[in-house]
């Protein structure tokens, strides 16, 4: 199975939106919506925040919003603020009963 | 709130078996709900799902590393396990044990992950 694609960098002002693409299959983004999205801050483990495509888990700032067309999700950072600066890794379920991450983003709040 | 926690080895010489195993505190692996999994992630890189396991003992593996890998379940002692065979320079990584919900696939709770390095 091939990774997801996703740009390996993003950049944005405090304040500005940016939005992460993560491109698959109709194997696995484009067949299911179960698409989910991390944060992690270096040393850390990821964080879960957004699952089924668009959805937020409990304590999840509503900043952070998921979405999908055909083949493609998306993950957007509205508000950017200093603590947004991290990786971010896509996620998808697939046909196989395994799970695929994308390459990872990391974003630069300038 | 379930906690999770790698343990095992940090070193490991090539050729040899790389065993670790997740701690499950504050939940049951027992209980049906989730599949428990392995991901690693070299150093300065992208994560890659390894495997995982549900409660009937049923497990699917990344096909890359189907013939090095094996994840099995404890439930006596709350854990799950993984060991990879036959290891080289390029299974250095740090392996994160995670819970994924039936429901979402997604992983929700994570341990704080293990550096183990392949080397002489």
């Known amino acids: 199975q091939s990774a997801l694609t996703q740009p390996a960098s993003v950049s944005g002002s405090p304040g500005q939106s940016i939005t992460i693409s993560c491109t698959g299959t109709?194997?696995?983004?484009?067949?299911?919506?179960?698409v989910s999205w991390y944060q992690q801050h270096p040393g850390k483990a990821p964080k879960l925040l957004i699952y089924g495509v668009g959805k937020r888990p409990s304590g999840v700032s509503d900043r952070f919003s998921g979405s999908k067309s055909g083949i493609t999700a998306s993950l957007t950072i509205s508000g950017l603020q200093a603590e947004d600066e991290a990786d971010y890794y896509c996620s998808s379920h697939t046909s196989s009963s395994t799970w695929v991450f994308g390459g990872g983003t990391r974003l630069t709040v300038l | 709130h379930v906690q999770m926690q790698e343990s095992g080895p940090g070193l490991v010489k090539p050729s040899q078996t790389l065993s670790l195993t997740c701690t499950v505190s504050g939940d049951s692996i027992s209980r049906g709900s989730y599949y428990w999994t392995w991901i690693r992630q070299p150093a300065g890189k992208g994560l890659e799902w390894i495997g995982r396991v549900y409660t009937s003992g049923r497990t699917f593996y990344n096909p890359s590393l189907k013939s090095q890998v094996s994840i099995s379940l404890d439930t006596s002692e709350n854990q799950f396990s993984l060991d990879l065979v036959s290891v080289t320079a390029a299974d250095t990584a740090i392996y994160f044990c995670?819970?994924?919900?039936?429901?979402?696939?997604?992983?929700?709770?994570w341990g704080q992950g293990l550096l183990v390095t392949v080397s002489p």
């Open positions: 995670a819970r994924a919900e039936l429901g979402t696939t997604s992983f929700d709770s």
């Open positions: 109709s194997g696995d983004v484009g067949g299911y919506n179960y």
